[in-house]
């Protein structure tokens, strides 16, 4: 971990405009780092209220392994965290993934994001604030964006897991069947349609055995690609809207 004093962020925001959200506003710097400095709001407010920016940013930095991006740079003005920066990941977020994807790729990608997700849990840390576009893809995953979450030591750490594993499969799930924000699923087979929302809303290792049934369902093997998932609306699932 790096941490680097700044009288202001005027060379900061020089670099390179990529993005923001509700707390801060992202830029691509020249050595291939994602530069995130806060912005000045409510929402800004709550999570510094919520933290000692500092040590929360210390702290999620020993949580890095292969899925999961951490700050390793930290911007200081007079103690107080502006910005930190983590390493540019070459991948696109699910909100811009192509369908075009084989089931057994993203299968084994998702294993590999098991172990890590309880490796992170195991430290204590809950995910908050998962969505399409900072769960990143490009043969692996990689989630990004984790000052949000908090630190929380659950003395049952599979509960710990689970929680953390059920909100990622949540927005994976979303991409797998293309649902939007306002959009949930039904699948026409009782077992199915079971094991889906147990795997979502109870315990994340029912997914295994509902993808199992899913592609049986569907006629599908894992040769297939996801978009051929997604040609199963309608004779397998359908899409609800919330309202």
Same mark, same amino acid.
Request: a positive charge; hydrophobic letters at 35%; aromatic letters at 12%.
């Given at each position: ?6 009288? &202001?962020?005027?060379?900061?925001? #020089? ?14 710097? $020249? ?6 400095? *806060? ?6 407010? +709550?999570?510094?209220?919520?933290? &000692? ?5 210390? +702290?999620?930095? %020993? ?7 951490? $700050?390793?740079? /930290? ?11 983590? $390493?540019? /990941?070459?991948?696109? @977020?699910?909100? #811009?993934?192509? $369908?075009?994807?084989?089931? +057994? ?5 998702? +294993? ?5 997700? =309880?490796? =992170?849990?195991?430290?204590? !840390?809950?995910? =908050?604030?998962?969505?399409?576009? %900072? ?7 990689? =989630? /990004? ?12 750490? &599979? ?7 059920? *909100?990622?499969?949540? @927005? ?6 293309s649902l939007n924000y306002h959009q949930t699923i039904h699948f026409y087979n009782q077992i199915l349609n079971?094991?889906?929302? #147990? ?10 055995? !509902? ?12 040769? &297939?690609? /996801? ?10 699932? #359908?899409?609800?809207?919330? *309202?």
């Open positions: 971990m790096e941490i680097i004093k700044i009288n &202001n962020l005027n060379s900061l925001s #020089k670099n390179k405009y990529i993005g923001q959200g509700y707390t801060s506003r992202c830029y691509l710097m $020249p050595d291939d780092y994602v530069l995130k400095i *806060y912005k000045d709001n409510e929402a800004t407010k +709550k999570l510094f209220l919520r933290n &000692n920016m500092l040590e929360h940013l210390t +702290k999620i930095n %020993n949580l890095k392994n292969d899925s999961y991006a951490v $700050p390793e740079r /930290i911007y200081l003005k007079d103690d107080k965290v502006l910005a930190y920066a983590h $390493p540019f /990941i070459k991948a696109k @977020t699910l909100k #811009k993934l192509t $369908p075009y994807i084989l089931i +057994k790729d993203f299968l084994e990608s998702l +294993k590999k994001l098991e172990e890590d997700t =309880i490796l =992170i849990s195991e430290k204590g !840390f809950t995910l =908050i604030d998962i969505h399409n576009k %900072n769960i990143l893809y490009d043969k692996k995953f990689a =989630i /990004i964006d984790l000052d949000s979450g908090y630190f929380f030591k659950n003395s049952i750490i &599979n509960q710990q897991i689970n929680l953390n594993m059920r *909100y990622l499969l949540g @927005t994976i799930s979303d991409y797998l069947f079971d094991l889906y929302h #147990k795997s979502i809303s109870i315990n994340y290792q029912y997914y295994q055995e !509902f993808i199992k049934v899913l592609l049986e369902q569907g006629h599908l093997n894992i040769d &297939n690609q /996801i978009k051929d998932i997604r040609k199963l609306n309608l004779t397998i699932f #359908k899409k609800d809207n919330y *309202y």
